[in-house]
């Protein structure tokens, strides 16, 4: 499977970014779809995941209210709409799929100053 996450760039805190990923390789619609993050120095940690139909979503608490993990089936994309931007959301974004999340193909950076 292949999955190229895009949309990252400089934002101020309080802003806002919409991530893409496009997915390949995979029936896009048999796998939920998630994004995970890994911050300078810290461990990778889970954000979002949304189910193969888009019928439930969960969040990590830190992000809970301010992001928002949608999927576009037919398109083979998922997208991550963060607003409220905070510095501790600074990461590089991957979207992921699979056990474990060993899908995850290449991520984007987010850089929020404070």
């Known amino acids: 499977v292949q999955l190229q996450a895009s949309g990252g760039g400089s934002e101020q805190a309080g802003g806002s970014l919409r991530l893409s990923c496009a997915a390949s390789?995979?029936?896009?619609?048999?796998?939920?779809m998630g994004w995970v993050r890994q911050a300078p120095g810290k461990e990778r940690e889970f954000v979002a995941v949304?189910?193969?139909?888009?019928?439930?979503?969960y969040y990590a608490d830190s992000v809970k209210g301010r992001f928002t993990i949608s999927r576009d089936n037919a398109n083979n994309t998922v997208f991550l709409q963060m607003n409220s931007l905070k510095a501790e959301d600074t990461a590089v974004y991957y979207c992921a799929t699979g056990s474990g999340w060993k899908y995850r193909g290449q991520g984007t950076l987010v850089t929020v100053s404070s």
């Open positions: 390789g995979r029936t896009f619609s048999n796998d939920a």
């Open positions: 949304m189910s193969r139909r888009g019928l439930s979503s």
